[in-house]
């Protein structure tokens, strides 16, 4: 039987889990809500639960980032830092308080996820053969003779086990520090029921004081036994029973955790076995335990270590990190060790190993090495997470103290003392030669050191979130996943809001690190080089610019930016112009006293030049650095191509017309017509005067190109299409708006603008300093007596010259002495009585004002003039136009379509249809 997926993830470590999980999401927001075909194939029986090692082997305390308190203070973080976002709700979705995981509500929580998700589970599936096709993985075979085919596969396995089927490279143990025989050793976690963390701490505590006892002779013959008969070891035991004071060094216990910070219990289960706590020697050791205090009063212990080799650890996790029969027996001695307390307790051992190192992929994209974390990671930019976690050689690295010795070093001291924080991507854990592969576990591409702060799941789950994302942009791209890059993926976190706090800091031993490395492992490790910068794929103009590359008219710069928001200069247009148009030459050479000949542009700016796109300036200048306006981009463009004028009503498409240099108006109404202009963010805003950016040019050539038929038309929202204008409104807060005619009529005339923002702001208050601009630009009225000064409009505002004639014109008075007040807003019965007053209509028999249903509230002073205002329809409100207001303030469009109704009055304008004009009663005959 043959199934097909879009992405398998073999394996189901959690950080594999997460992965898919986060595939299947961004997948689904990117496609508008299709599902990706996933499925989890593992060799682990889940019936014991899903989450390998955290999970079935019940690993529930939690490593995770410990954040300096200088770092907490400088970043507003907790102990725990900022972990991945899926991280995050894993831990919340199994109740973690602090790093205490129940594996039980751990399975339920990843269940739950995955079932979200959509994805399959097979388990109990170990792999017969895989197909490749070329360099791709194709399918994978298990021995139940099934066949699963995907396009993206990641692998959370400890050995990479599907990147070795399918022919990866990979290397056994710490092989990229020399010693590919060594391995970590494996854990084989234990539960107790019955144990408390008061009979624990007291029995802590008891010891001590025994064990620094040289009198005890009890205590002194339990030391012995598990030092081997040392005396140095007896001591190194001792001197960690107590700080440098003199105090006991006594167990920590927090919400959900013990942390045991001697070897108290170390040295009494090995007296009690009679054997010493060294590991290579005895092959176990009961190590100073990290306890998870879990509900019902059970404990998770990741104390019992197992002495394993590099091909030992490889052979337990191809057997799906099944413990021997002697690591079962060696639990038991524990068991019964422990139940000589005189408790009643019960001891469990979990179903699977804790399976710490066993070997790493050597073909990663980019590798991560100790220096590079040590250095501070990743570029910010490139940056998925941060992760502060110390280099945790837990065991120790058999053969590695006698390999550094041969090489001069004298003290492995150095390597215990850094606390790394450094940023990550996924570009270590992507294979090179499967280049559909991934691995996201200890085994990704960490170098030298690395290993030993890269096993940890926290930043593994914060490597699967982001291969999931890279997955899903593989898949609808058609895509490997070594394609995608760390940039991209950092770019949708940010997008997505789950971009965590980055913040990698490079330390001064990373150099020492460095040489260390280079010394166990002589051959070079591969430098990674950083991304290429894609400021591109979520750009707006990215298809426009796609294009131009391709046809080599735009190019990149070196670290593989484009730069779409960079202002281009005369001199880089004519380049592009050069490169895209190979048209007849016009005109002779030209010099330009600018542009010698060895400037790097002088054959780029002759043939635009000579082909008839740009001009020179006075002087026999060309201003080859000056920045390109858009509105003179589209006019040489126009002007090259040779495009006769456009239709200029098309200019009334965009909101801020006013702005465009009378030179440029039949160019960008040629262009609107030919659909070359393209707008971003606000359609219709021309900009005509802001410098053109290298994206803008982008779209700019490839639509003149595409109504040359030279390249095909692309759909996108931003063209400006060229409709009839008297479809849309001028302003982008008009839609609908009762007032909407009178006001784009007025701004046709050219009487008013809008604001830089497109909008009118219709329902402002306007103010008596606009009244008078609006009016003397509307009505240009004549003066019927002298202008006045008046103490609050000095020379120089910008209101003034309009305010003079006004008032001259007898529009407007001032408001008390010498005072205009040119901010304060005008009532609606000053706005009639103004329009009446100025142009000097004899007043109205107050009877027709009977058709208003507030007419009392017009003083009487005033009724002749609003009498005329009515009669000559220049009364409006909204929504009740038999009502006047006379004390409500007037609103800028209030007061446009009452200036409106006046030069309709007047026989200037023609008349517009409103239910909003007030009505007058009709008079007695």
Known sequence: MTRDYDLIGYGDEVPGVLALVAAAREYRARSGGQPLKTLLLTAGDTSYGVGGHLIRGQLCYLDRTHLSPKLREQYGMGLYGDPASLYQEFLQRSGVVEVGLDWRKGDRALREMLLEAGVDIVDQAKISRVQKTGDRLLSITTDDGDTFQAKQFIDSTVNAGLLQRA?????????????????????????????????????????????????DIEAQKYLSIAAGGDPKRVQWFISRMQDSAGRPMTMVVGPDYIDVRCHVLSVLYHAYRGTAWNLEQTKFILDSPNIAVLPGGRMSWNALLCFVTANEAEALAQNAGLPTARMQQEVEHVSRWLKSFGQQIAVTPAHELYIRYAGSMVDPIHPFSGAQMLAGGLPTREALGTFCYKFDVRGGIPGLGKKALAKNHKSLQFLAEPVPV?????????????????????????????????????????????????????????????????VEVNQILKTRGQLPTIYGIGQALSQKFADFEKDMFPNPLPIPRPDPIDDVSEHWAKDFIQILRD?????????????????????????????????PLRRAERSFVDVPSNHWAHGAVQKAWRMGFLTGYQGDRFLPNAEIRRGDAMTALVNGLGLPAGDLKLLGLYQDRATIPPYATGAIATAT?????????????????????????????????????????????????????????????????????????????????????????PNDPMTRAQF????TAAIKPLARRPAKAFRDVPRGHWADRAIEQAYAAEFLSGMGADQFQPDGPLKRLQVAVALVSGLRWADEAVAVLNS??????????????????????????????????????????????????????????????????????????
């Open 167 to 215: 022919q990866g490279l990979t290397v056994r143990g710490f092989g990229t520090l020399g010693l590919p025989d060594s391995a970590l050793p494996v854990s084989l976690v234990f539960e107790t029921q019955g144990l408390t963390v008061d009979f624990l701490r007291r029995a802590e505590a008891g010891w001590i004081q025994r064990f620094c006892n040289p009198k």
């Open 422 to 486: 450094f940023n990550y991507g996924i570009r270590h854990a992507i294979s090179k030669s499967v280049p559909n592969v991934a691995v996201v576990s200890p085994a990704s591409g960490y170098f030298g050191i690395a290993p030993a702060a890269g096993r940890i799941v926290e930043l593994n789950a914060g490597v699967g979130q982001g291969l999931g994302i890279a997955a899903a942009i593989a898949i609808q791209g058609g895509r490997n996943l070594a394609d995608v890059t760390n």
């Open 551 to 583: 046809r080599k008219v735009m190019g990149g710069y070196e670290d593989g930016s484009f730069r779409p928001n960079n202002t281009i200069s005369r001199a880089e247009f004519s380049a592009v112009l050069g490169r895209a148009f190979d048209l």
């Open 673 to 761: 017509e030919r659909r070359m202009v393209v707008n971003y963010p606000q359609k219709r805003q021309i900009r005509a005067q802001d410098p053109l950016t290298r994206g803008e040019l982008a779209t700019l050539i490839h639509q003149a190109l595409a109504a040359r038929g030279t390249v095909p038309p692309l759909n996108s929202e931003h063209i400006v299409q060229p409709i009839d204008p008297s479809t849309l409104p001028l302003f982008a807060d008009l839609e609908g708006h009762w007032a909407r005619h009178f006001v784009e009529a007025f701004a046709i005339e050219g009487w008013i603008s809008g604001y830089k923002d497109g909008t009118f702001r």
């Open 772 to 775: 008078a601009v609006l009016v």
């Open 852 to 925: 208003l249903s507030d007419r009392a509230a017009i003083p009487a002073w005033a009724q002749p003039k609003v009498a005329t205002a009515l009669r000559r329809r220049l009364l409006v409100n909204y929504p009740d136009p038999q009502r006047l207001d006379p004390d409500r303030t007037a609103t800028r469009a209030e007061v446009v379509v009452m200036l409106y109704q006046a030069l309709v009055a007047s026989g200037r304008l023609k008349p517009l249809n409103s239910d909003m004009i007030s009505q007058p009663a009709p008079l007695p005959t």
